[in-house]
């Protein structure tokens, strides 16, 4: 590494590469008497530490309110972990790397929250924190509707069939009539 100004008391020194791989660096202050005294010097110990990094992860986007493992997040050089969340759903441990969200109806309405992962490190590092975006997708569900009964050689409309959350109907059939509307609900 290299200092400023070796000269001054208090100098500021620029860790080099080969005191990051060390760990640490010893740095000497040698004062020189003003007299025929000989000089002294001190040797102070600087542990260079690794600052902590976290990753919250992808984006996700997951359907309904089911519980989401955070597998996509990572951390590093840290003393300890927490999660938040922009929303009022509920992580089973806010302190793992990988923790199950479980989102809130609340949060199932606004259709997505933020997630945030701090990563605090030791001494003076500061923390790292990170933030991904939960999206809930309502789930799509389809009721064909109630068996029911028909005179052969009548037509019958399908009255009780229902859907909701979805893009596009289509309806299929095993048997040899005809669909009118195959795409309507």
Known sequence: GSFNDSSLLHPLYDPGPADLVNGHVRLILTASAENSCPSKSDTMLLTLLQAPKSNAGPDLSVCGADTVRLSGSTASN????????SGSGNFDDPAEVHPLYTPSTSDLANGQVL?????????PCPPDTSKMVLTLMKKTSVNAGHDDSVCQGTSFTIGSASAQNFLSLHWTHNGKGTLIGFSTL
């Not at 840290?78 to 969340?85: A, F, I």
């Not at 997630?115 to 001494?123: F, M």
């Open 78 to 85: 840290y003393e300890s972990l927490q999660w938040r969340t």
């Open 115 to 123: 997630l945030s992962l701090t990563a605090r490190g030791t001494g």
